[in-house]
């Protein structure tokens, strides 16, 4: 059979627009930090993305610093802050933070907004937070292009963002920054980026970043993700019409439309996801930076999920072209994968 890819909180397949767009900037001869006519052609597509972004992000252009990824973008922002989070933070965040904030039913309890880094959207359960006015830091990396939200509007004073969430290229992000505030650069050289980030920037990759912003900000507006939450709700009511012993994460908060995140408690996650590699559906056990490591979900633990919930779940995460029949054939499969698991079990 077709492979069917259902792994989109990991990355996203790049969008036409997007490829057109990084094509396009291959052909750009000039150094955008040069002067000259070949330069200023370079420059131009750097900014042209830059402005892209601002409209589909809400945020302003000169507020806009592109990085290698999302978390180089972290990093900018919180290196010797100082900063606390809830345990359920991307390695991105909590490799800069002390992870020392209470969870209540999957929700950060907040105290100081100020001195807070606090996620839009957990990449594994897809719980949505409830952002504070005033928040130091958002991680917004999931939660672009798939919820209605503006960084000027969402009271955060710093996010970060990457391009291959939405349909953009792998290894480019950007830090968002509210007018005002400022960082230290860390990566020193030239004044690219207002100062703020030295290296020439890479234009191919800017410019996907850029069309695919734009792109998923029109699919957004056309009600699509709509549709996605839809499928993701098929996928949750068929498994739990199975009468299965399950757990279901998050369905009682809100959520990203695309992502389910469930666990068959003794199965474990790593083999759930190779057993569907080889029926042909790729999915993960957790965010895709450390799907690859054999033990539980901190992010579950930290949600007070026992070691056995936590080392069993996997995350589904739906994508734009994701369809209903892709969606029941792996309902089936994975189902009749976990009958056999039980049916062994039993037989112990």
């Given at each position: 059979?077709?492979?069917?890819?259902?792994?989109h909180n990991a990355?996203?397949?790049?969008?036409?627009?997007?490829?057109a767009a990084m094509?396009a900037?291959?052909d750009?001869?000039?150094?955008?930090s040069?002067v000259?006519?070949?330069?200023?052609?370079?420059?131009a597509i750097?900014?042209k993305?830059?402005?892209?972004?601002?409209?589909?992000?809400?945020?302003?252009a000169?507020?806009?610093?592109?990085?290698?990824?999302?978390t180089?973008?972290?990093?900018?922002?919180?290196?010797d802050?100082?900063?606390h989070?809830g345990?359920i933070?991307h390695?991105?965040?909590?490799?800069?933070?002390?992870?020392?904030?209470?969870?209540k039913?999957?929700?950060?309890?907040?105290?100081?907004?100020?001195?807070?880094?606090l996620?839009?959207?957990?990449?594994?359960?897809?719980i949505?937070?409830?952002l504070?006015?005033?928040?130091?830091?958002?991680?917004?990396?999931?939660g672009?292009g798939?919820?209605?939200?503006?960084?000027?509007?969402s009271?955060?004073?710093?996010?970060?963002?990457s391009?291959h969430k939405l349909?953009g290229?792998?290894?480019?992000g950007?830090?968002?920054?509210k007018p005002?505030v400022?960082?230290?650069?860390?990566?020193?050289?030239g004044?690219?980026?207002m100062g703020r980030?030295?290296?020439t920037e890479?234009i191919i990759?800017?410019?996907?970043?850029?069309?695919?912003?734009?792109?998923?900000?029109?699919?957004?507006?056309a009600?699509k993700?709509?549709?996605?939450?839809k499928l993701?709700n098929?996928l949750?009511?068929?498994?739990?019409a199975?009468?299965?012993?399950?757990?279901l994460v998050?369905?009682?908060?809100?959520r990203?439309?695309?992502?389910?995140?469930?666990?068959?408690?003794g199965?474990?996650g790593?083999?759930?996801?190779?057993?569907?590699?080889?029926?042909?559906f790729?999915?993960s056990?957790?965010?895709?930076?450390s799907?690859g490591?054999?033990?539980?979900?901190?992010?579950?633990?930290?949600?007070?999920?026992?070691?056995?919930?936590?080392s069993s779940a996997?995350?589904?995460?739906l994508?734009?072209?994701?369809t209903?029949?892709?969606?029941?054939?792996?309902?089936k499969?994975?189902?009749?994968?976990?009958?056999?698991?039980?049916?062994?079990k039993?037989a112990?």
């Amino acid at each position: 059979m077709q492979r069917v890819y259902l792994d989109h909180n990991a990355t996203s397949p790049l969008r036409p627009e997007a490829r057109a767009a990084m094509i396009a900037a291959m052909d750009a001869l000039g150094n955008p930090s040069s002067v000259h006519s070949e330069g200023r052609a370079a420059k131009a597509i750097v900014e042209k993305a830059r402005g892209q972004i601002s409209e589909a992000f809400g945020v302003g252009a000169h507020d806009i610093v592109f990085t290698g990824s999302a978390t180089e973008a972290a990093a900018l922002a919180l290196k010797d802050r100082g900063f606390h989070a809830g345990d359920i933070e991307h390695d991105a965040v909590a490799a800069w933070v002390q992870a020392d904030l209470p969870l209540k039913t999957g929700q950060v309890c907040v105290a100081q907004p100020a001195g807070t880094a606090l996620q839009l959207a957990n990449s594994e359960t897809g719980i949505v937070q409830t952002l504070p006015e005033g928040l130091g830091f958002c991680d917004m990396t999931q939660g672009f292009g798939k919820l209605p939200l503006a960084f000027s509007w969402s009271g955060a004073d710093m996010a970060c963002a990457s391009a291959h969430k939405l349909g953009g290229p792998k290894g480019v992000g950007c830090l968002l920054l509210k007018p005002g505030v400022e960082v230290a650069a860390q990566v020193l050289g030239g004044g690219q980026e207002m100062g703020r980030r030295a290296g020439t920037e890479n234009i191919i990759g800017i410019a996907g970043f850029g069309a695919a912003a734009e792109a998923s900000a029109r699919d957004l507006s056309a009600g699509k993700w709509a549709t996605i939450e839809k499928l993701r709700n098929i996928l949750e009511k068929t498994l739990e019409a199975s009468g299965k012993p399950l757990i279901l994460v998050g369905t009682d908060s809100p959520r990203l439309p695309n992502t389910a995140c469930f666990a068959a408690p003794g199965w474990k996650g790593e083999t759930q996801v190779m057993q569907m590699d080889l029926a042909g559906f790729a999915v993960s056990a957790g965010s895709a930076c450390s799907s690859g490591k054999v033990k539980a979900s901190r992010v579950l633990r930290a949600m007070g999920y026992d070691e056995d919930v936590a080392s069993s779940a996997i995350r589904v995460s739906l994508g734009l072209e994701t369809t209903e029949d892709e969606v029941q054939q792996f309902a089936k499969v994975w189902l009749a994968a976990y009958e056999r698991f039980l049916a062994r079990k039993a037989a112990r």
